[in-house]
């Protein structure tokens, strides 16, 4: 499966942004879904996943409360909305999918396929 990810871009604090993920040559809900971010000089760490149906979702704590995942089966697409925005948010957003697993994963290593990337800045 390819994975293209859209919507970073340079906000204010406090401010939103929503990514999206769109997906392709495979089937879409054969996947569970993560967002991972990678901030400069530091390792990808995980921000949210979400299960191939949608109905169980999994936050890091520092996001949880401002940020929600969510997918679209019939679009091939999966979003994160990005509430109140924090310059320590600032990182390459990746996108990730693995096939369907009994729990969700939450580590990098875990998922097979990864998109490209977009930048998030937020600025103070």
């Known amino acids: 499966v390819q994975l293209q990810a859209s919507g970073g871009g340079l906000v204010q604090a406090g401010e939103s942004l929503r990514l999206s993920c769109a997906a392709s040559?495979?089937?879409?809900?054969?996947?569970?879904m993560g967002w991972f971010r990678q901030a400069p000089g530091k390792e990808r760490e995980f921000v949210a996943a979400?299960?191939?149906?949608?109905?169980?979702?999994s936050y890091a704590d520092s996001v949880k409360e401002r940020f929600t995942i969510s997918r679209d089966n019939a679009k091939n697409t999966v979003y994160l909305q990005m509430n109140s925005l924090k310059p320590e948010d600032t990182a390459v957003y990746y996108c990730?999918?693995?096939?369907?697993?009994?729990?969700?994963?939450?580590?990098?290593?875990?998922?097979?396929?990864w998109g490209q990337g977009t930048q998030v800045t937020v600025s103070s």
């Open positions: 990730a999918a693995v096939g369907r697993m009994w729990k969700l994963s939450l580590g990098p290593a875990e998922y097979n396929y």
């Open positions: 979400i299960s191939w149906s949608g109905g169980r979702n």
């Open positions: 040559g495979g089937t879409f809900s054969s996947y569970d």
